[in-house]
């Protein structure tokens, strides 16, 4: 079933909050976000800065112990105009090239869907044109933590969050751990385009119209989020430093071919120590984000 949902508030925060709509596995949800701003479509401010959130979505079914699978089916930006900050942040550069870094202001950019193409809007003549192609995403989806805890939009952990992975696009698969009856997932913080790390602290932020499908696996216990796409299977791992979450994502990455593949430690060991790949996300907000991947074609002989 296909429910369309348009929201009238949201959450800056990933927690056991009443849920919006109530949905079944195998259902599909259309539906919208605000910018990172609290800016919708019109450009009509909704909601209040911080990574609002549209959700929770209730799904029947779910309860502690089992997986959320998640599919994202659309991200489109549904207006013309976005914005970033200009400044790249003091903790990606040497600490002597720190004071040479421009003054973090906002800038906006023209979004062109026909051509899928964001460009700076800068007013200065002496700039050179910049023009980068579109890759939306959402840099928040995730669930209700444990403990009915409400965590901020600006960070990540098992549950999801902000992880600013540009993974997390059409097309792909995400599962993640349910810690609350219903599951509880939320979806927010669309990016027409962002680099690896997000690192001036946004992406192309804009307000995006979505759809999502869920699915649910009962009684499958994941430690981190994972993802699937065409080619390849990745976990997400969410910590600080950088190599905490690249450990999570490592540890939760080999769980999943020992479980599901029958590779014991040490055949996964070799699989992984040359055929593994790392994708960067979020190194910009409290905890980073690491995606640990493996190429499918190197797995349908194992079996």
């Not at 479509?41 to 998640?70: K, S, Y």
């Not at 002496?126 to 960070?155: K, N």
């Amino acid at each position: 079933m296909e429910h369309r949902f348009e929201p009238t508030h949201y959450y800056r925060t990933f927690g056991s909050h009443a849920p919006v709509l109530r949905v079944r596995p195998g259902d599909t949800i259309v539906t919208t976000t605000a910018d990172a701003g609290g800016f919708d479509a019109r450009g009509e401010r909704v909601a209040d800065p911080g990574n609002p959130l549209t959700g929770p979505f209730f799904v029947e079914g779910a309860e502690p112990g089992d997986a959320l699978t998640v599919r994202v089916d659309r991200v489109v930006p549904n207006r013309a105009h976005g914005f970033t900050r200009t400044a790249l942040a003091a903790h990606v550069v040497d600490p002597w090239d720190v004071p040479r870094l421009p003054a973090a202001e906002r800038v906006n950019w023209t979004v062109d869907l026909s051509r899928a193409v964001a460009r700076l809007e800068t007013g200065a003549a002496a700039m050179p044109v910049i023009e980068v192609p579109l890759r939306p995403m959402l840099g928040c989806i995730g669930v209700a933590p444990a403990l009915a805890q409400a965590i901020s939009t600006a960070t990540s952990g098992p549950y999801g969050g902000n992880m600013d992975y540009r993974g997390v696009e059409p097309s792909v698969t995400l599962q993640f751990p349910v810690f609350a009856p219903g599951a509880l997932l939320f979806v927010g913080d669309g990016h027409a385009v962002q680099g690896e790390g997000e690192i001036v602290g946004t992406g192309i932020e804009i307000s995006m119209d979505v759809a999502i499908t869920v699915e649910l696996a009962k009684a499958r216990t994941l430690g981190w989020p994972r993802g699937e796409t065409a080619d390849h299977l990745f976990t997400l791992g969410n910590a600080r430093p950088l190599e905490q979450a690249l450990q999570h994502a490592t540890s939760e990455l080999l769980r999943w071919l020992e479980a599901d593949y029958g590779l014991d430690a040490s055949v996964a060991s070799h699989l992984l120590g040359q055929c593994v790949e790392y994708d960067i996300g979020n190194v910009f907000d409290p905890a980073y984000t690491v995606a640990c991947k493996i190429a499918k074609r190197f797995l349908p002989n194992l079996h």
